[in-house]
């Protein structure tokens, strides 16, 4: 090797940090020993899991390290690769191809440890510059790792809001749902039966005109009871119906319910039979707890069969007390049960009495349990009737007793 191509070996070992403390002597040594290396673009300098013990300085070109398609990392010129194999007798961790034609030169293990036996001051040197490189990749593995937590934390917010916008497009699909059919249907019915009468009046018998008003009372009912729940609703989904829980005797709101809902019973000939707890207090919103009582009962009723019943109970458990509404009636197959209280997959049933719902009052009813501090479900059977029970905080310690 003639002396020019030492002295351009020597001076790209002075700008690699690992040789920076080595003197210029040992690095004209070291030049001589260094093996060339030619590779086209595209060829394999080494595999991963090859027995490959040298390190590597890149002369003109460069190379990329990777594991199949995944590059760790590319060297240029100047730059090498490869320093543990000096050290450590363990496979390549990674491969290395040519990114483009490019020369290397190879500082093999052999003849390293040959000039670590002969320098003790080249090998104090040089383990000295390798405990500082691997500082290095410990820094840059722990920053790494940070940005992995930080990648992996905006995964995780990104998933959260993916299923938030999920939740947003079933509450959007069901509004218009029940705009376009659930309102539409009752109100066609009612503008017709109405006009009807309108124009016809005076030839129908008073049997007739007594079944045309029940219908446009029952429709007119139904449709005002969806629109509360649509109203309830919206509020709550906007953020425009704050929780303002007070102390309330539950009987009361029980009581309320069974009276306002006991006409539609008697006309089915449900037998309606409830539970109180004495002085029975509890800490909710009135109005949210109150809708919850008249859905459920409202929903036992509509699926309950003529002379039926239903039954309203109460059970203390630790701070909060369990009232179910229960019924006799055709049950809910469990396929349905599956779905209910899930607004983009709700099921909807007609009733003992051809009564139409949205299943929207069951949404409410979780929503509303569950801002109270509570929770919903149910059980059933087809065929053989359901029941509901929710939860709700308690206070006081008194005994169940019959009305």
């Known amino acids: 090797m003639n002396e020019l191509d030492l002295k351009s070996r020597v001076k790209i070992l002075k700008t690699i940090g690992l040789f920076s403390s080595v003197r210029e002597e040992v690095l004209l040594q070291i030049a001589e020993v260094l093996v060339p290396k030619q590779l086209n673009q595209d060829e394999v300098l080494f595999k991963k899991g090859d027995d490959d013990h040298t390190l590597y300085i890149v002369v ?10 995944h590059n760790y990392a590319v060297f240029q010129y100047s ?12 496979t390549r961790s990674t491969s290395v191809t040519a990114l483009e034609k490019t020369d290397l030169l190879g500082f093999e293990q052999t003849d390293f440890f040959n000039f670590l036996d002969n320098n003790p001051t080249m090998t104090r040197a040089m383990l000295n510059n390798l405990v500082w490189r691997l500082r290095d990749y410990n820094f840059l593995e722990a920053e790494l790792t940070a940005k992995n937590n930080e990648v992996h934390k905006q995964k995780e917010a990104i998933e959260i ?23 539409k249907n009752p109100f066609s019915t009612v503008l017709g039966l109405s006009e009807l009468l309108a124009k016809e009046f005076e030839t129908f018998e008073p049997d007739k005109l007594k079944v045309f008003i029940e219908q446009i009372y029952k429709y007119s009912n139904n449709t005002f009871n969806l629109l509360e729940n649509l109203l309830q609703w919206s509020m709550l989904q906007t953020g425009r ?5 007070k102390l309330v005797n539950i009987n009361e709101l029980i009581t309320e ?28 919103d009135v109005s949210m707890i109150t809708t919850v009582i008249r859905n459920l009962l409202s929903n036992a009723i509509k699926f309950t069969a003529q002379a039926g019943s239903i039954k309203i109970d109460m059970l203390k458990e630790d701070s909060k007390l369990k009232i179910s509404i229960q019924d006799d009636g055709v049950g809910i197959s469990m396929q349905d049960m599956q779905r209910l209280f899930k607004i983009d997959s709700n099921p909807t049933s007609i009733g003992t009495s051809m009564e139409k719902g949205t299943g929207l009052g069951l949404i409410l009813c979780k929503d509303f349990v569950e801002r109270n501090g509570g929770t919903i479900w149910a059980e059933s059977q087809l065929g053989k009737g359901s029941a509901f029970y929710f939860t709700i905080p308690l206070v006081g310690n008194k005994q169940v007793g019959n009305v």
Do not use: C, W
Request: aromatic fraction near 8%.
């Open 241 to 245: 119906m704050p929780l303002r829980p």
């Open 257 to 284: 319910n069974i009276e306002l809902l006991k006409g539609n019973a008697q006309q089915k000939g449900i037998e309606l039979e409830s539970k109180t707890i004495e002085d029975a207090m509890v800490f909710v």
């Open 79 to 90: 730059e090498f690769f490869g320093e543990y194999s000096l050290l450590d007798s363990a």
């Open 161 to 183: 809001q993916r299923k938030e916008l999920e939740s947003l497009n079933g509450t959007k699909d069901k509004f218009f749902a029940i705009i376009a059919h659930d309102l």
């Open 60 to 69: 003109k070109g460069s190379v990329k390290a990777h594991v199949g398609d």
